[in-house]
């Protein structure tokens, strides 16, 4: 009898550590590829002033080995402004592909009319994948601060 509990209570001091061990595999899977491939998507944002009229531009850039899906649509989405105006909506995505990746950057455009000092929040979604590995959402909140328009 001693030695079936000495046997059950050795099975049940080693399940934790197979558990820790089951699960450190699955969030190095997380991670990425075995073979060390390695990406990330870097948003870039702007503000660019054209032919009198204003536009927040945010750009997606792939590097490594990371991929932007094209369905569903990469976004950006206005969740907090002052002193502006949106004459197209605070909303916009990348149209329809027929590829499932885009074939590099995306560019996003807000025009806006600047009615005096204030800041621009907005929220960039995006779905991104290590080719052939894994597919993530990503989001950034992307805050720019307008000064008082000249003139």
């Known amino acids: 009898m001693r030695l079936l509990s000495a046997l059950l209570l050795l099975l049940w001091a080693a399940a ?3 558990a820790a061990s089951d699960l450190d595999g699955l969030l190095g899977g997380l991670a990425g590829p075995a073979s ?5 998507i870097r948003v870039e944002e702007r503000i660019l002033d054209a032919d009198g009229r204003r536009e927040l531009v945010v750009r997606l850039v ?5 991929k932007l899906i094209t369905d569903p649509a990469a976004s950006i ?13 605070t909303r916009a995505e990348t149209p329809p592909a027929d590829a499932d990746y885009f074939p590099g ?10 009615t005096g000092p204030g800041a621009i929040e907005v929220r960039v979604e995006y779905f991104w994948c290590f080719v052939d ?15 008082a ?3």
């Open 16 to 18: 934790p550590a197979r």
């Open 36 to 40: 060390g491939g390695r990406g990330e």
């Open 62 to 66: 792939p590097t490594g080995d990371a």
């Open 77 to 89: 989405e206005v969740v907090e402004a002052s002193g502006v105006r949106w004459p197209e909506g």
């Open 105 to 114: 950057p995306v560019t996003l455009r807000l025009p806006f009319e600047q």
């Open 133 to 147: 590995w894994q597919c993530f959402l990503g989001e950034k909140r992307v805050t720019r601060e307008l000064s």
């Open 149 to 151: 328009p000249a003139g």
